[in-house]
Structure formats: structure tokens, C-alpha cells
């Protein structure tokens, strides 16, 4: 066989090699094109999803179902006017605590964790963090009776937190430092209320929680007591992955920022502002009375409830704050029953017997559902219901005095908030002359409105059935005159004066 074995020469025209030339020069430029072209940035891949993906937990100081079986909480709230401001849904994914939340972020599962995550240094490699939201101080809880131990290494039991969290983190730094013998049990997939629940049932010796869970969980479990604080006041933000570029995270700053301090502080308190209200000694009278005495009147307030589109446990909680539910309390100024009537009130709501429970309950009910209708439309929940209550209690004309006080300093006087920073000048000479109607004892009104909302949110846990939302009147009050003032509205008279 004759095998040639000089090579083989190919040979183009001139017209070939710009032809090959061109391609080349396409495929080098297709290929620049793909690997050089920008990666979509995380605030844009949010809106051309359509979806703000969190990550939360589920818990009272961040996300819950609220009485009404509508999801509430002061992070989540947040985040609903963050995904709303950015033209997108909120999408919520629940972790077992707020480690799993933040992990979620790291691994690009969400867009963001929302979860009272604390800022620590370790954290911080991983994660960004927006502005803080809130502080809050890491406690030793331990159960009343209990010794109270004065430091880490008198603990006699098992301290026990949630695993992979920031509580565990102060432990092991304080081993490290100071307490070489300190022992503790990390939990997962549990949350720090499971905790704080397994301390007051005498199932656990010790835990730790932050200041903001225990001041709401010892309304519930009175039996909870803190020792000290393990470490120094922690931050509180929203948490963003390091691996993403900062789009996202300068957005919320953003939003932070035209929200505003003030919006901020409404928030808080919507959801704080309350919870240390009632001490232990009044948690226990509550827990006490809701078993001897509310089953005696329950089905009076559910009745006043149908009659008043509200919830029953509102109408209860304003009872109990007036008088323990007992139907033949009186007070020093005169006004009787279970809703603390006055003489005229009783008069104008048709209640014929003050210390008859059934119409003491129904004609109270029913005065708070005419203070309510009797409000500007423009007023809105949960605002109306506080500012609602504070007619109830020193009367409608005080009310809009403390109104016009808040909008002559810059307040807005359709918040609760800001109406609450200026009742205190009602008692104050400079300021009631000032007024139509006079002195009031707004100091009282803030504890009024500040216990019926503990109290509420008390009875709304211990029934544990969700409520009814708030519907009109069946008999609705008339439409108050556009000029609020042609008519003396001292003629509704106060329960309590």
C-alpha cells in the first residue's frame, strides 16, 4: 500500500477568510456577551419576581395570627410596607427559631430573615444587617420559689437554650473568659417561648430570653422570674445574605428612612407599649378571676358582643379593668356594676339597674360602640379603639381637648401615641385652662387604655378561640355632626369622673 505521508495543506480563498474571520470574531463576542454581562441585582430579581421572600418566626415580638386570624407582628408589619413600597407581594417562610432564619438567608432560600435576629460579630461574616429596630437585654430566667442565683457558676440545674443562637454564643465567649466550668444544652428546632414555657412549668431550671419575650410571656406565665442579665443590651435587625450584593439592604434603609423615627416608635408601641402594664400580682388576679367569676357573665358579653359587632373579649377586659367583673362594685364617685355606669350614662344607654349584670354589660357595651361611631371615619383601627377608650373613660370632650393639645404641638391627633404623649398636660393648669372642657386625670386614662389592651390580649390567650373581626353596630349610632363642636359632647357623659 502506498501510504503518502506528507501533509495535508488546506487552502482558502480570500473570500473564505473573512468569512472565518467574521465567525471568529462573533464567537468571541457571543462569548464576552455571557460571561461579562452583569448578574441581575437582588432588588432587581425582587421585583421581577414579584415576591419579597422572608424569612420570620412565629412569635409575639415579631409574627403571630392576631385574634382576627390575620397575621400580625411588629417585624412583619414592617416588612408588608417594605414589600409594598417595592410594588411586590411578601412571601412568609416560618423557621423553627431565628438561627434557622438566618441560615435561610445565607443560603439564598429567602431574601431576607426578619426574625429578631441579633447582630453579633460572628453573624456578621456572614450576614449584613440593616439599621437597628430594637434593644433588648439577654436575661437568666428562672422559676418563682426557685433560688435565684447571683451568676453563672451558682446555677444549680440544667440551663438550657436554643441551639445555634446568639444566647449561645454569649455562653460560649463567657466560658471562655470567665466561667471555665459553665455547662448549658443546646435545643433545636425549638423556640425560646417552648423554653420559657418548659421554665415555668418546672420542667426546666433555667433559660435565657430576651428582655422584650419575657415581658410579654410573664403576663401568661407569672410564675417566670429573671436573675440577671448575661450579657450587655443586644441590637436587633433585619438580616441580609453577604454573599448578595447590597441592593436589597440599601432599599430597607431607605424604606427605614422615610418611614421615619416617629412611624417607628407607633409601631412599638402597638405591639410594647402595653406589656409590662400589669405586674405578676395582677396576672394572677386575672388568671384567678377568669375561672371563678367570667363564667358567671361570659355569655352576657357574648350577647353584648352580637348586639355590638365587637369582640367579646374587649367588652370582658373593659369590664374586668372597671370592676373585676363584680356586679356590685362602686366606686367613690358613685358609678356602679361591671361597667362602672354613671348615673346619666346608665340614663342614656336605658339601663334602668346599675348593678344588674345583664344591663350593666349590654349598656356599657353598647356606650363604647357609640363612642367608636361617634369617632372621625379617618380614625383607624387599632388607633380608634385606644383613642375610643380614653372617651370612655374621662369622657368625649376631654378627648378632643387632648386632641387639639396634640395637633397644636405637632402630633398627629388620630394616633393613640401621640394623643398618649399629651393626656398628662390635662392635668396641668397651663394647659387644661386652656382647653373647653377643662381638668381630667389623664394619667389614669393611660393606665385605662394601657391595662384593657393587656387585659384583652390576656383573655384572647387563655380562651384561645379566634375572634370575630369587628363588624358595625346592629343599631349603629348617628353620624356625628361635621362641626364636632355645635353639640356638647359632655352630654355623653363618662363611666368614670
Given at each position: ?51 419579597l421572600r422572608m424569612a420570620t418566626v412565629n412569635s409575639p415580638t415579631t ?100 441551639a445555634g443562637g446568639v444566647h449561645a454564643e454569649h455562653l460560649r465567649a ?324
Open positions: 500500500m502506498n501510504l503518502n505521508t506528507k501533509p495535508i495543506t488546506r487552502r482558502f480563498s480570500t473570500g473564505g477568510l473573512w468569512r472565518l474571520a467574521v465567525m471568529l470574531c462573533a464567537l468571541a463576542l457571543l462569548g464576552l456577551a455571557v460571561t461579562c454581562s452583569p448578574r441581575q441585582s437582588l432588588l432587581e430579581e425582587v421585583r421581577s419576581l414579584g415576591v409574627y403571630y395570627i392576631d385574634a382576627n386570624g390575620e397575621p400580625a407582628g411588629f417585624e412583619y408589619d414592617l416588612a408588608l410596607g417594605f414589600a409594598q413600597t417595592l410594588g411586590v407581594r411578601l412571601e412568609v417562610t416560618l423557621a423553627s427559631n431565628p438561627p434557622e432564619a438566618a441560615q435561610m438567608t445565607r443560603d439564598g432560600r429567602v431574601h431576607l430573615a426578619a426574625a429578631g435576629i441579633g447582630v453579633t460579630r460572628m453573624r456578621s461574616r456572614a450576614l449584613r444587617f440593616a439599621r437597628p429596630l430594637q434593644t433588648v437585654v439577654p436575661m437568666l430566667v428562672y422559676r418563682k420559689g426557685a433560688r435565684e442565683p447571683e451568676s453563672l457558676d451558682a446555677l444549680d440545674g440544667t440551663l438550657r437554650v436554643v463567657l466560658r471562655a473568659e470567665q466561667y471555665p466550668d459553665l455547662r448549658w444544652e443546646e435545643a433545636p428546632d425549638v423556640e425560646a417561648e417552648e423554653l420559657l414555657l418548659a421554665v415555668a412549668n418546672g420542667e426546666l431550671d433555667y433559660t435565657i430570653a430576651n428582655s422584650d419575650l419575657i415581658a410579654i410571656n410573664r403576663r401568661y406565665y407569672p410564675d417566670l422570674r429573671t436573675a440577671f442579665p448575661i450579657a450587655d443590651s443586644q441590637a436587633l435587625a433585619w438580616a441580609f445574605s453577604a454573599q448578595r450584593d447590597r441592593s436589597l439592604l440599601r432599599a430597607a434603609e431607605d424604606y427605614f428612612e422615610e418611614l421615619g423615627e416617629t412611624e417607628l416608635s407607633r409601631l412599638r408601641d402597638r405591639y410594647f407599649g402595653h406589656v409590662e402594664q400589669v405586674d405578676t400580682y395582677g396576672a394572677l388576679t386575672l388568671a384567678t378571676h377568669v375561672e371563678t367569676r367570667l363564667p358567671k357573665y361570659r355569655k352576657l358579653f357574648e350577647q353584648a358582643a352580637e348586639v355590638t359587632g365587637l369582640d367579646w373579649r374587649l367588652l370582658a377586659a373593659i369590664g374586668y379593668q372597671e370592676s373585676h367583673w363584680d356586679p356590685a362594685a362602686v366606686s367613690p364617685t358613685g358609678v356602679r356594676g361591671i361597667m362602672q355606669l354613671t348615673t346619666a350614662t346608665a340614663k342614656r344607654m336605658e339601663v334602668a339597674n346599675r348593678e344588674d349584670p345583664a344591663q350593666s354589660i349590654m349598656g356599657g357595651s353598647r356606650y363604647i360602640r357609640l363612642l367608636l361611631d361617634k369617632l372621625p371615619p379617618d380614625i383607624t383601627e387599632p388607633d380608634r379603639t385606644w383613642l375610643a377608650l380614653v372617651a370612655y373613660n374621662i369622657g368625649y370632650g376631654h378627648l378632643l381637648d387632648v386632641q387639639d393639645l396634640t395637633a397644636q404641638q405637632g402630633g398627629d391627633p388620630k394616633r393613640w401615641l401621640d394623643v398618649r404623649e399629651r393626656l398628662l398636660l390635662l392635668t396641668q393648669s397651663k394647659w387644661h385652662s386652656k382647653t373647653k372642657y377643662g381638668y381630667a386625670r389623664g394619667h389614669e386614662a393611660r393606665t385605662y387604655v394601657g391595662n384593657v389592651r393587656t387585659y384583652y390580649d390576656m383573655l384572647v390567650w387563655m380562651t384561645g378561640v379566634p375572634a370575630v373581626p369587628p363588624e358595625p353596630a346592629a343599631e349603629p349610632a348617628p353620624t356625628p355632626a361635621p362641626e364636632r363642636r355645635n353639640k356638647d359632647p359632655l352630654d355623653i357623659d363618662s363611666p368614670i369622673l
